[in-house]
Nanobody, 124 residues
Framework: QVQLVESGGGLVQAGGSLRLSCAAS????????MGWFRQTPGKEREFVAA????????YYAVSVKGRCAISRDNAKNAVYLQMDSLKPEDKAVYYC?????????????????WGQGTQVTVAS
């Protein structure tokens, strides 16, 4: 059983940056691909980015490509999401997740474990 805890959310001005972190415990972190999703009230959870077990292959949603970078540190059991040039529409609760099916890593159904989320608010 893997436990995931996100941190790093907060309030930032449009154009600013945030770095989200997700700390994992209780399982074999390096055997899971990791993803970031986000959700706003009344909407489905939306894929943001994913990274494979070794940190080599990455996927990004079109809406964040070029502005976000996902990375992981298997020695620290952590995954990160660097977000730059933030826009008001990036406001959401951001969740990290762990899964085992890489070809399903852009779908929330491809993940077994989820954190509790961290709020990101972007002021215009």
């Amino acid at each position: 059983q893997v436990q995931l805890v996100e941190s790093g959310g907060g309030l930032v001005q449009a154009g600013g940056s945030l770095r989200l972190s997700c700390a994992a415990s209780g399982g074999s972190f390096s055997s899971y691909h990791m993803g970031w999703f986000r959700q706003t009230p009344g909407k489905e959870r939306e894929f943001v980015a994913a990274v494979d077990t070794g940190g080599y292959f990455k996927y990004y949603a079109v809406s964040v490509k070029g502005r976000c970078a996902i990375s992981r540190d298997n020695a620290k059991n952590a995954v990160y999401l660097q977000m730059d040039s933030l826009k008001p529409e990036d406001k959401a609760v951001y969740y990290c997740a762990g899964g085992r099916i890489w070809h399903a890593s852009r779908d929330s159904a491809g993940y077994n474990y989820w954190g509790q989320g961290t709020q990101v608010t972007v002021a215009s």
